[in-house]
């Protein structure tokens, strides 16, 4: 008998649409193909920047070619040409618009179509949008009402011109150009992003987030995010993605960089949901993302909240540098692989300062073909006296042709600390899923609900905004695992 | 005929555990099944039910006056088949008002219904709940995790009284409860006894029976129903085991 339905049902549910990959057709203005200085002059001189910012990014760009690819991370691919991807792609402004506040309509139904209202008016309230399409950002909402709060939250392009002081003090403090391989690269070409400042004391009174969405053939996108939390203040920000389908991979290699001072709460969660290419393999995005933050205040606290559903490669590490005393890390990750898709997820934790905490909670989900592994660090130094750490790191299979992988690393320099550290790995039993079916669930809702159940603790760390999103989200991802 | 099945043959692993079954039952009717352990009852409830990895070798099954055998189990609970589980499986992170609300717009959807409103869910909830007295809490947690073992089982009858089937199977669900929540247990059963439905009630205990009364009381014995009768039956094996049916049945 074949007493393991999973696998039947895996090979069927594994069949599914990806609801975002359409592309809009309009006029786009691109860089030359390939990677040089002149690239880089390119894309300064089209976002208007003052010296500066290119001279950080001719930097970071003659770094980045002493650096070689990384290869450590458990995921394949083939080599990426530099020199076949187009760095900056733009869609160009009609001339008719009136003021520079209005957005082409085109581009308002793009993102309408992906769930996303710029109109003020129709959007849900408590939530302010930063829509970014490939390299630019094309409209930020609630600007004056969080001004009256005295937050500022915009383009990165926008706070290059306008705030020069608070970027040049914050934009690679926590993250270096000279960090990794795809730091070095995106210091040197990125194109949008957001830039978030809650001055102190302000809890910011609405959700910030800004969605990406890759439109272009055959470019990258380089965004790049900075969210600076003074004095007690508060904000909780969030970031979802999409991109059309296509049959080529789409490279995509992000900076986040958050700074929270004394008592600062910074949220930041994502839902990720890049092309993950089809069921073959074929295309899908691959993302290659450096986030952390930094609790540089006594009593700061920063939490990385991600659901990753998509991207045919996912390399990514929100981390958090503890140096505050009693400051607080947190990461709470649901990693879902389908099909050939790769992901190599997890988190560092670094503690500096005294009675520094961090959770650290990871579900990992794999269906088809994939690969899922966590990779963990977490790190005592020896002036983190009374450090604690709690990692949690569980694996779910579906089927038996799909890999899950833990790699934990744990460096503990200080006597009085405690690192606790769990591990697990299960599959949906045969049982359960009868179970559904004998309540008239087919197999497919019943897969989403019992992959809901495993993810609930992490989803429910989630604003409410996304935490429906997200689970539709997982199911649909999951959509033909199982038959 | 609301369930006729005609010469059932059941293996597991290639290994025959029901070797040519008959049993029909009617609506408005209850019909116990006792038997020695191991000799096939929950098979038989498998077996009705769909589950993957029973194969049906042999024999019908009609229900509703079609054949269901190959069906997919969750056609069958939608057509109205129910199983109270002898052992019910518990979902970690999902909770009972979810669980049911997933299964209750399953069967809607297949009757061709727009999904249940909320409120009339609720309420719903709150009827069945107090119908088999279970605990309020106890549908804000995870289905059956934590659940003690007789709260399990009174969960398996919360679930029945939720989906209203047409043909319920209660594998053993007596075995576990205390004296109370036997009672409760029967008096939910008997409330939604009626003329329209039917039961089959797996036990190896008298005093369900006394408390749900059978029309007709079947022994299994090594995958066939070697001996049929009225509630009395039960008494008998009660009183005598079920040593002398088997040397019956032998010679
Ligand atoms: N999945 C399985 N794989 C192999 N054998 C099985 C499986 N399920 C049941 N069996 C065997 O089939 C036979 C009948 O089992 P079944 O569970 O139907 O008995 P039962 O009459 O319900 O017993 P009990 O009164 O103890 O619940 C037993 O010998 C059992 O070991
Ligand atoms: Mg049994």
């Not at chain 1, 599914?16 to 786009?28: L, R, V």
């Not at chain 2, 995790?145 to 089937?165: H, R, T």
Request: proline share 3%; hydrophobic share 35%.
């Amino acid at each position: 008998m074949d007493n393991n339905p999973n696998n039947n049902i895996l090979e069927e549910v594994t069949s599914n649409e990806y609801k975002f990959g359409f592309f809009t057709d309009i006029e786009t203005e691109t860089a030359p193909v390939g990677l040089t200085e002149d690239t880089i002059r390119f894309i300064s001189a089209k976002k208007e920047e003052p010296e500066w910012m290119l001279e950080f990014r001719l930097k970071a760009y003659r770094h980045w070619l002493t650096l070689t690819e990384p290869v450590w991370a458990h995921i394949k691919y083939p080599a990426i040409n530099y020199q076949d991807i187009i760095f900056y792609a733009a869609p160009k402004r009609k001339k008719e618009l009136s003021s520079l506040d209005e957005v082409d309509p085109e581009l308002l139904d793009t993102f309408n179509k992906l769930g996303i209202s710029l109109d003020e008016q129709k959007k849900l309230s408590g939530v302010a949008v930063d829509a970014v399409i490939d390299s630019v950002s094309v409209k930020t909402t609630f600007q004056d009402t969080l001004a009256k709060h005295g937050v500022i939250f915009c383009s990165f392009s926008e706070a290059v011109k306008n705030h020069p002081e608070l970027i040049k003090k914050y934009m690679g403090s926590v993250v270096p150009y000279t960090d990794n391989y795809f730091a070095a690269l995106n210091s040197a070409v990125f194109s949008d992003g957001s830039f978030c400042h809650i001055p102190k004391g302000v809890r910011c009174p609405l959700e910030l987030s800004t969605y990406f969405r890759i439109n272009a053939a055959n470019t990258g996108q380089f965004e790049r995010t900075l969210i600076v939390a003074e004095d007690n203040s508060y904000v909780s920000y969030m970031e979802g993605c999409t991109a059309p389908m296509r049959d080529e991979n789409q490279l995509h290699a992000a900076i986040v960089e958050i700074v929270a001072m004394d008592n600062a709460e910074v949220k930041y969660s994502t839902v990720q949901n890049w092309y993950p290419g089809d069921k073959e393999g074929k295309g899908g995005v691959y993302n290659f993302v450096t986030k952390r933050g930094l609790c540089k205040g006594k009593n700061s606290k920063i939490a990385w909240t991600q659901v990753e559903t998509g991207s045919a490669i996912t390399w990514k590490y929100p981390s958090c540098v503890l140096m505050g005393d009693n400051s607080v890390g947190e990461f709470y990750s649901v990693a879902v692989t389908n099909h050939h898709q790769q992901a190599d997820t997890g988190t560092k934790m670094i503690h500096i300062g005294k009675n520094t905490r961090s959770t650290i909670i990871s579900k990992g989900i794999s269906a088809g073909k994939s690969n899922n592994s966590y990779r963990g660090l977490v790190k005592i130094l020896p002036g983190a006296s009374s450090s604690r750490n709690f990692s949690q790191c569980d694996s779910l299979l579906l089927g038996d042709k799909c890999g899950a992988h833990t790699f934990p690393y744990i460096q503990a320099n200080n006597e009085s600390s405690i690192i606790e550290h769990e591990a697990t790995t299960s599959k949906i039993s045969e049982d359960q899923l009868f179970y559904c079916n004998q309540r008239g669930i087919d197999t497919e809702k019943a897969i989403g609900l019992i992959v809901n159940g495993y993810a609930r603790e992490v989803l429910n760390k989630l604003p409410m905004e996304f935490a429906v999103e997200a689970q539709k989200l997982l199911s649909i991802t999951l959509e033909g695992s199982v038959g | 005929m609301l369930l006729n099945i005609k010469n059932l043959h059941v293996a597991i692993d290639g290994k025959e555990i029901i070797r040519g079954l008959n049993l029909g039952v009617n609506k408005g009717e209850v019909h116990a099944i006792m038997g020695p352990n191991g000799t096939g009852k929950s098979t038989l409830a498998a077996a009705i039910t769909g589950r993957e990895g029973y194969e049906v070798t042999a024999g019908e099954i009609w229900y509703k006056g079609k054949n269901i055998v190959g069906w997919p189990a969750e056609e069958r609970a939608n057509e109205g088949i129910f199983l109270s589980f002898q052992y019910p499986v518990e979902i970690p992170g999902v909770s009972m008002t979810n669980f049911m609300r997933t299964a209750i717009n399953a069967q809607r959807e297949y009757r061709g219904l727009a999904p249940i409103p909320a409120a009339d869910f609720l309420k719903m909830m709150d009827e069945k709940k107090r119908l088999v007295e279970i605990h309020e809490k106890l549908t804000n947690r995870s289905v059956n995790e934590g659940f003690s073992g007789g709260e399990k089982k009174k969960n398996e009858i919360f679930q029945m009284a939720m989906l209203e089937p047409t043909m319920a199977i209660l594998d053993e669900t007596d075995s576990g409860l205390d004296i109370d929540a036997l009672k409760v247990v029967a008096k939910g059963v008997n409330q939604l006894r009626t003329s329209e439905n039917a039961f089959i009630v797996i036990t190896h205990y008298q005093r369900l029976l006394d408390l749900i009364v059978p029309d007709f009381v079947h022994v299994l014995f090594d995958g066939r129903i070697i001996k049929s009768g009225g509630r009395n039956l039960a008494l008998e094996l009660e009183e005598k085991g079920y040593e002398w049916i088997k040397q019956e049945h032998l010679i």
